[in-house]
């Protein structure tokens, strides 16, 4: 059964992205500004390819802020007909981009499969064991548990491909899905203990779009450490149960030394493949662009571009608002001060949450794409998508209903105010910021809900653990 | 949101936060305050016109009246006599349409001006340029316009003509112009139209010779025989997008049609025709404002020369407020002639308005007793006729389609109004006098302007035209109809269960039962209700995300539908067919995907997600009126007020009988459930069209054709309207209908 609504769910999905193709939903969606930023636009893209043709810098006029190697990838197929213009309704990078969301939701369930068997293994380690506890205790143990007919993976998967943000992004005409797909494959490198996947995917994305950077810190966790688990010091309480009682004494311990050892190998390998890549990416790149010393322009045109926000056409972000109102003089103090935002919330992140790099990685990209200088809705799926991998631990997530309604405003009434600003002429700015405010606030609702219920969880588990294993059972919690 | 912020809730802490404290009490009491609001709100809506402000000039640069008028007497001669002129050419001519252009062009080219014809069919969807929910349609539809008059040109051959004449500004770059229109119907010429066309060339000639024209004059003459909309529609389209494909052969048609409409009398028109490149299509710079003018003899009401002004635009949207403002003040202050905003007749008369406005009179005189300087209430009367300036605006906003030739302008941004001058038989040339200064003074205010319309508002609604309210006064009563919708979805999700308060009830009458049974009784009561189950809550996720996608396929079918070539009735029969059986099957899917999905839920869960089917309802009415008020707002308050009181009183009939039948009922919750029944009844897909029926059926004449037909014609004029009741309204009706409908388990478990 599961697997049928896995199938059926792929299919409806590829179904509904190409009917949507068909009814030329590219070139209206296309336009909204929701949904293709100045980085990732397919247009700009195809103005680049049209530059590097005629044998100039595809940065030229300020049109292209992407990789070249996306271009090279990518460009070829922008430019079909003559003339420039585009013949048929049909993008034929569109199925690049159906593979792309495919490929993530595969990814995504083999990441849930992993995190799933996992939590398995490290709840039966934790908790009691139903069976033999009182029945109160049982119910707590089983709900934590979770049954249900569809896996983990299956669900993240599922709700990846079929989140309406994912599929307007893919039929979009923007390059979101491959980035996102790079930002999951490195994840997947560094859950599976694949140290050049995992390598290529961060360096790849960070080089697409520069802010999965931030991964690193997950990803280093997930190489060192392996998946989300519940805290240390639980598994401490629990083994010094276990040794006091000899019944129940277990000869795996967690994180014996050879493991340990392996892991940072693990890493050290990580890094060198990383450091591999990055190599490869910029030689690449200044091949495709014809030189080392067009290296430096397209780190000015990308990374810089991104940085400086210069271009401040009206998004779903919290920047464009505010640079088209600051003094030039105080630009440079701000954009550092905006910028800033997102290196200050990491360390603390990493403090609290690093048993669950997964998580982790989710807090990272939601915040990212809260205060990124140009988010679309492209990176609201993909941290979406990752939720989905935390559901067990979302179980008891409070505000559900309002946030599914705030992204339904956000996604409805944004169009309609950008309708009333631009092209009725009877709004102005403020309707459409006061949506880029709902979204950003629905957003940190989002994460500042699931990281508490995250924490809740916590603490739950830690008061499970610490419940009599049995009725007769020698230690009690209370000695600790 | 309140609710929001709350911190982490535990178990163990015995006093919440404050603020979670609040959320409680709020959703303690939501019935009492969600009733409040909706009352409030109504009362708010009674109360827009006393909280209207007076209108003032928001932009200096207009100067309203600042210069002498130069229209003189010798002008308004010109006027009358061209006007008879073109009377006894009319009536010399059969084909009037030619003889009215030959006139105005050898007129115009008289003058100086540039002078071309700009010839038009009536497109295949005649009013598709009103385009306004999809602002990307522009582009879509000139290239099919383009290639239609490129594949049969014998078919679509121009069939219509209307004239137009720029003025250079002297001193300017040509940057921008205001149009000045003057319509005429060659089918139905009468002296009024000669009236309207002497005055427009006599005020032509006028602004061909002042000096301080700083935007070009534009005098766009249509040929309404199709209506005037279309013709000013046509030449806009024109304007801002010109045909790029089949330049030429639109070129040569043009020709051909200027040979076979002028040149049939001799040699000089054939001269005029190369001479003058009158099928070149030619242009003067960005449109900043439009002026729809019509002359109209009649009676003076009152003794004072009046003007009607008709200002709403497709979907209600209103033209700058500022304009509206020197119009009116140049009218009253400078020319004494009296603006009136057109409003339909009857609403003044209603007896329960006059009743209402001498309501507020009397409270006003209790409020004054305690403290004198405090007056707020208008007179009745007044009361009574702001109120019906109001309904009939909102009336004209609703249907959604614009009131005139000026709603074309709106499509490109562009402030436009229609003006209908009143000219008594008796004392012509003075009245023509004053309309002349009037419009040379509107003109001339316009052309100081130095930008773009924006200083004033934009969203706004007119109760007497020195009186308006603004967007932030009647988003009020908007917002207070709509507030209880969240307020009681998340009451029905986040279920207090406090001891003693009765919160899935219907009244909070109830929460006075002291006795530790019934207490008992109610927790139990609640439990069974409360939503915490996820499989009900992704049942009713479907449930409604199942309607709504039906729902939308209704208005697409419909739109398919009427792309047919059947009588209208047999096309109503047919969508509502494919209606009813679309829901069918939207209902069929529904049950197997939550059939599919039961994989953790208990039979008691499912029979009581009625209250998670609403609390997602209710959710999304929200969601949409909002929506809906950014897009047309009466049609948003209209919705409303009458969606939220079904929203808020459906409950399913099982669970009212028992209520009715249980200790803890009281009157209050009997009657508000027994409400809600019936207006959810009353609104349903069948009521409602059965309720409109029995009361305006001897008014109108309803019947399939006609219903149809102003169905097609709502949609061809993208009137928000249609998606209002087919997405909005129809979704809604049938989830309450589900509700009220729905089963509940048996009582005894």
């Known amino acids: ?36 930023t100045p980085v990732t636009s397919l247009k700009r893209l195809a103005e680049g390819q049209w530059f590097k043709q005629l044998g100039l810098s595809p940065y030229a006029g300020s049109a292209y802020h992407g990789s ?83 896996g983990l993976g299956e669900v993240a998967a599922l709700l990846y491909l079929v989140n309406p943000f994912t599929v307007a992004v893919c039929v979009g005409g923007t390059t979101s899905p491959v980035e996102n797909v790079l930002v999951l494959l490195a994840l997947y490198g560094a859950l599976k203990g694949n140290s050049p996947l995992a390598a290529f995917g961060w360096a790849m994305s960070t080089h697409l779009s520069m802010y999965p950077a931030v991964l690193l810190i997950p990803i280093s966790i997930l190489m060192v450490a392996g998946p989300d688990k519940p805290q240390r010091k639980l598994f401490d309480h629990v083994n010094k149960i276990k040794t006091s009682n000899p019944k129940l004494k277990e000869k795996k311990m967690v994180g014996t030394t050879s493991t340990v050892q392996l892991q940072w190998a693990r890493y050290r390998d990580f890094l060198l493949f990383s450091a591999l890549w990055w190599i490869a990416i910029l030689g690449l790149s200044a091949a495709a662009l014809g030189g080392y010393e067009h290296l430096k322009e397209m780190l000015i045109e990308t990374y810089g571009f991104i940085l400086h926000v210069e271009d401040l056409s009206p998004n779903l972000g919290l920047f464009w608002y505010f640079f088209t109102e600051v003094f030039t003089h105080f630009r440079d103090f701000f954009i550092m001060v905006f910028h800033a935002n997102i290196l200050f919330v990491l360390v603390p992140l990493t403090i609290r949450l690093h048993h669950r790099p997964l998580f982790l990685a989710y807090v990272m990209v939601a915040i990212t794409t809260m205060l990124k200088s140009y988010p679309s809705i ?14 067990p631990e979302l179980a008891d997530f409070r505000f559900s209903f309002f946030v599914l309604n705030g992204y339904l405003v956000v996604a409805i009434l944004s169009p309609s105010m950008y309708n009333l600003w631009i092209w009725r002429g009877t709004g102005n700015a403020n309707f459409y910021f006061a949506m880029s405010l709902v979204y950003a606030c629905v957003q940190s609702i989002l994460i500042v ?3 508490g219920t995250v924490i809740r969880y916590d603490r739950n588990l830690d008061r499970l653990s610490k419940l009599p294993v049995q009725v007769d059972s020698g230690a009690q919690p209370k000695e600790d | 949101m309140a609710k929001s912020a709350t911190g982490e809730e535990r178990s163990v802490e015995p006093k919440p936060r404050p603020l979670v404290r609040l959320g409680r009490q709020l959703i303690l009491h939501v019935h009492i305050i969600s009733f409040f609001c909706y009352v409030a709100g109504v009362v708010a809506i009674l109360i827009l016109p006393m909280l209207a402000k007076n209108t003032y000039i ?51 080219t008289a003058t100086g001006a540039d002078c071309y014809v700009h010839p038009f069919s009536l497109p295949a969807s005649a009013l598709s340029s009103t385009r306004f929910p999809t602002s990307s349609g522009h582009f879509k539809w000139n290239t099919s316009n383009a290639s239609v008059t490129g594949g049969d040109l014998e078919e679509q051959a121009p069939s219509a003509m209307s004239v137009v004449g720029i003025i250079r500004a002297p001193q300017a770059e040509g940057n921008e112009a205001v149009v000045l229109v003057t319509p005429y119907d060659p089918d139905d010429f009468w002296h009024e139209s000669a009236l309207t066309l002497g005055m427009g060339l006599a005020l032509f000639s006028r602004l061909s010779q002042a000096l301080w024209l700083a935007r070009d004059i534009v005098w766009l003459v249509p040929d309404s025989k199709y209506g005037v909309y279309p013709a000013v529609a046509n030449w806009l389209e024109e304007y801002h997008h010109p045909p790029i494909n089949h330049i030429s052969s639109h070129q040569d048609m043009k020709l051909e049609l200027l040979r076979k409409t002028l040149s049939e009398d001799g040699e000089s028109s054939q001269q005029l025709i190369d001479s003058q490149t009158l099928g070149d299509f030619k242009r003067a710079g960005t449109i900043a404002t439009g002026l729809v003018y019509e002359l109209k003899s009649g009676l003076r009401q009152g003794g004072v020369d009046t003007i009607t002004v008709w200002a709403e635009g497709p979907n209600g949207q209103m033209p700058n407020l500022d304009f509206i403002n020197v119009v009116n003040s140049i009218a009253v202050y400078r020319e004494s002639l009296q603006l009136r905003l057109e409003t339909i007749p009857g609403i003044k008369s209603w007896t329960w308005l006059k009743t209402v406005g001498m309501v507020f009179e009397e409270i006003n005189k209790l409020t004054r007793v305690i403290t004198p300087s405090w007056s707020f209430a208008l007179p009745a009367a007044t009361y009574a006729e702001n109120m019906a300036t109001l309904f009939s605006s909102m009336f004209f906003q609703i249907i959604g389609l614009p009131t005139g030739a000026h709603g074309a302008f709106r499509d490109y941004q562009i402030d436009a109004i229609t003006l209908q001058f009143i000219i008594p038989t008796q004392g012509q040339d003075y009245v023509l006098a004053k309309v002349g200064r009037h419009l040379e003074g509107v003109i001339r205010s ?67 039962i002291n006795s530790t049974k019934q207490r008992a009784k109610k927790q139990r009561l609640e439990r069974k209700s409360g939503a915490d189950d996820s499989g009900s809550w992704l049942e009713a996720l479907v449930l409604v995300g199942a309607v709504q996608l039906w729902a939308f396929f209704a208005a697409l079918a419909l739109f398919l539908i009427s792309g047919t070539k059947t009588t209208a009735e047999f096309k109503l029969r047919c969508w509502l067919g494919v209606v009813a059986l679309s829901l069918l099957v939207a209902f069929t899917v ?14 008691q869960a499912h029979t009581q997600s009625w209250t998670v089917v609403k609390a997602v309802t209710l959710g999304i009415t929200a969601i949409d009126l909002a929506v809906m008020s950014t897009i047309n707002f009466p049609v948003s308050l209209i919705g409303a007020l009458t969606l939220v009181p079904m929203c808020l009183g459906v409950f399913p009939i099982q669970h009212s009988w028992r209520y009715a039948h249980s200790d803890v009922k009281s009157v209050v919750g009997i009657a508000a459930s027994a409400v809600g029944t019936v207006w959810t009844l009353a609104m349903s897909p069948i009521g409602l069209p059965l309720l409109i029926w029995s009361f305006y059926g001897h008014l109108l004449d309803i019947n399939s054709e006609n219903v149809w037909n102003f169905a097609e014609s709502l949609l061809q004029w993208r009137s928000a309207l249609l998606p209002h009741i087919l997405v909005i309204h129809l979704p809604c009706a049938v989830l309450c209908l589900y509700i009220l409908l729905s089963r509940l388990p048996s009582q005894r478990q």
Not at chain 1, 23 to 31: F, I, K, S, V, Y
Not at chain 1, 92 to 106: H, K, Q, R, Y
């Open chain 1, 1 to 36: 059964m599961g697997k049928l609504m896995v199938w059926v769910g792929v299919a409806v999905a590829v179904t509904v992205r190409f009917v949507f193709a068909a009814m030329g939903a590219q070139e209206r969606l296309g336009r909204r500004v929701e949904i293709v």
């Open chain 1, 68 to 150: 070249p190697l996306l271009l090279a990838l990518l460009g070829p197929m922008t430019t079909v007909g003559t003339g420039g213009q585009t013949s048929s309704r049909f993008h034929s990078s569109l199925i690049v981009f159906v593979i792309a969301d495919l490929l993530g939701a595969l990814l995504l369930l083999k990441m849930g499969n992993l995190v799933e068997s996992a939590n398995v293994y490290y709840l039966g380690k934790l908790l009691p064991d139903s069976k033999k506890s009182k029945p109160s205790v049982k119910t707590q143990v089983n709900d934590i548990r979770g049954h249900g007919k569809l």
């Open chain 1, 378 to 391: 492209g990176d609201a799926a993909i941290s979406l998508g990752l939720l989905g991998l935390c559901t």
């Open chain 1, 449 to 451: 809900e699931s990281v």
């Open chain 2, 58 to 108: 928001s932009e200096n640069a207009l100067m309203p009246g600042s210069g002498n008028a130069a229209f003189s007497n010798s002008d308004t001669l010109l006027a009358r006599s061209s006007a008879e002129e073109l009377e006894r050419l009319v009536s010399q001519n059969v084909n009037v349409q030619r003889a009215v252009s030959k006139w105005l062009i050898e007129e115009m």
């Open chain 2, 446 to 512: 316009v052309n100081n302007l130095l930008e773009k319309w924006h200083q004033s508002f934009f969203l706004y609604f007119l109760s007497a035209l020195n009186k308006y309210i603004s967007v932030g006064v009647y988003m009020i009563p908007f917002g207070l109809l709509v507030l209880s919708l969240p307020l009681q979805a998340a009451a029905l999700c986040y279920p207090v269960k406090e001891a003693g308060s009765a919160t899935t009830d219907v009244s909070t009458q109830s929460s006075k």
């Open chain 2, 590 to 603: 529904q049950k197997f995907l939550t059939g599919s999905m039961h994989y953790k839920r208990s039979t």
